[in-house]
């Protein structure tokens, strides 16, 4: 097992080859030629004449067997007797032997959308989670002889993949420093595509992009974790709001001192510290009240 609770993958012992193969055209007017050729020795007739004819046809047409038309956004994986000879990338006509088979093979960028599974994160929480994956085949050999289905392998791998980041990770940090499926949307989605790309290598699949498409508590939950968030929010609303409230306070009484305005006692400071803390942190107005005797009544 590997850190990622992935098992070692052995890799395929075949790579792809590039097979260029010959312009197909160039073999086109070669058959034509063979053809036409066949085709008069046929009509003069007359015994070797006649076989010559036939033969030269029988070439044509071996030969027009080995003509392969390759589009853009795709290849063609070449096999002689089962063996792997060559992969063709380059689109038009080509020419390759013609005694070979020629398996099409689709190397555009596609896409992938898991369905919304529910696992638990690392709190043990159910949670609903899905995601995308952007994928291409980068090697065709890989790709045809690595794996049975590539495609359903890409499907399998990438769920296996979102499961465990899921299951490693809690939904929200509890601590600071710890990394969470929610405030650490980044990180979480570069792990996200490096555990993919691992797991679909022995495929020959290239990963472009990998995103999480859905995040949430499992509807079982949500209303409690909804109630917790929403007092993690008022905590940390009400802590910034007094150390709001006691930097000002600490810049009064410095200003205070400072201009020589006034001279405080610590038990006056303290009753003006507590008045500013309440009239700072209160959540609803106060109502002022004019001292009109001494400072002390």
Known sequence: MDDNGSAERATPPISERVLDGVSGWAMVGVVLVLGAAGIALLVAGGGAVTVAGAVLLAVAAVLAR????VSPGEA???QLLGRYTGTVRTDGLRWVNPFTMRR??????RNHETAVAKVNDADGNPIEIAAVVVWQVADTAKALFGVDDF???????TETAVRHIAGSHPYDAHRDGQRSLRENAREITAELASEIADRVRPAGVRVIESRITRLSYAPEIAQAMLRRQQASAVVAARQRIVDGAVSMVESALSQLAAGGLIE???????AMVSNMLV?????????PVVNTGTLYQ
């Not at 405080?264 to 303290?270: G, I, N, S, V």
């Not at 009239?279 to 109502?287: A, D, F, G, I, Y």
């Open 264 to 270: 405080l006692d610590e038990e006056r400071k303290a």
């Open 279 to 287: 009239v700072l942190c209160s959540e609803h107005p106060t109502q």
């Open 76 to 78: 063609r994986v070449v």
């Open 104 to 109: 099409r093979i689709s190397t555009r960028i």
């Open 66 to 69: 080995g003509l392969t038309p």
């Open 151 to 157: 495609t359903a392998f890409v499907a399998v791998q």
